[in-house]
T-cell receptor, first 110, second 115 residues
Framework: GQQLNQSPQSMFIQEGEDVSMNCTSS?????WLWYKQDPGEGPVLLIA?????ELTSNGRLTAQFGITRKDSFLNISASIPSDVGIYFC??????????FGTGTSLTVIP | GAVVSQHPSRVICKSGTSVKIECRSL??????MFWYRQFPKQSLMLMAT?????????EQGVEKDKFLINHASLTLSTLTVTSAHPEDSSFYIC???????????FGEGSWLTVV
């Protein structure tokens, strides 16, 4: 199926740095979801967004539903080693069909 | 949050045999479940969409006779890999759409090794 454009593909950062990643779509979405996947495990839902402009936090994580409804951003502040993993975005269009981003691989260097 | 459970988490089977993986939504009813395959360091690859009480919808290139999907109840979908071969070895993940229809929760994943 269709996949969202997620960037960057990978990030190598120092512990303590902030992280920012985004997903874009060519069509309007009603829902944006952000997941984290640890190696060998299923993705875990981090943040769910349902309204354009919505800004939601979950601890050090903050995600925003873009005003244009075609993009979403995930920020991680003051990264720690356990933030390592692959982060996926997912979006649902007006037909409630879900599409997934290709993932951002995050490596945190202690 | 909602919980989706997969079983088994790891399975080893002989080439030519069939193996079944279960996906259960533990605290909500899921009319739609999804099955994915994931290769190392790659994104999720959607295999099929499983709708309760009806036939699954398979993605292009996925053999429906090879990967049998059954969604007989609102809390259970099964994926059966028939006549498994070593190239079927992979990480298989399911997900379920919640009752509101606007959030998806994933299972823990199942490692399949065909020897």
């Amino acid at each position: 199926g269709q996949q969202l454009n997620q960037s960057p593909q990978s990030m190598f950062i120092q512990e303590g740095e902030d992280v920012s990643m985004n997903c874009t779509s060519s069509s309007i979405f009603n829902t944006w979801l952000w997941y984290k996947q640890d190696p060998g495990e299923g993705p875990v839902l981090l943040i769910a967004l349902y309204k354009a402009g919505e800004l939601t936090s979950n601890g050090r994580l903050t995600a925003q539903f873009g005003i244009t409804r075609k993009d979403s951003f995930l920020n991680i502040s003051a990264s720690i080693p356990s933030d390592v993993g692959i982060y996926f975005c997912a979006g649902a269009n007006t037909g409630n069909q879900f599409y997934f981003g290709t993932g951002t691989s995050l490596t945190v260097i202690p | 949050g909602a919980v989706v459970s997969q079983h088994p988490s790891r399975v080893i089977c002989k080439s030519g045999t069939s193996v079944k993986i279960e996906c259960r939504s533990l605290d909500f009813q899921a009319t739609t479940m999804f099955w994915y395959r994931q290769f190392p360091k790659q994104s999720l690859m959607l295999m099929a969409t499983s709708n309760e009480g009806s036939k699954a919808t398979y993605e292009q290139g996925v053999e429906k006779d090879k990967f049998l999907i059954n969604h007989a109840s609102l809390t259970l979908s099964t994926l059966t890999v028939t006549s498994a071969h070593p190239e079927d070895s992979s990480f298989y993940i399911c997900s379920a759409r919640d009752e509101g229809g606007n959030t998806i929760y994933f299972g823990e994943g199942s490692w399949l090794t065909v020897v």
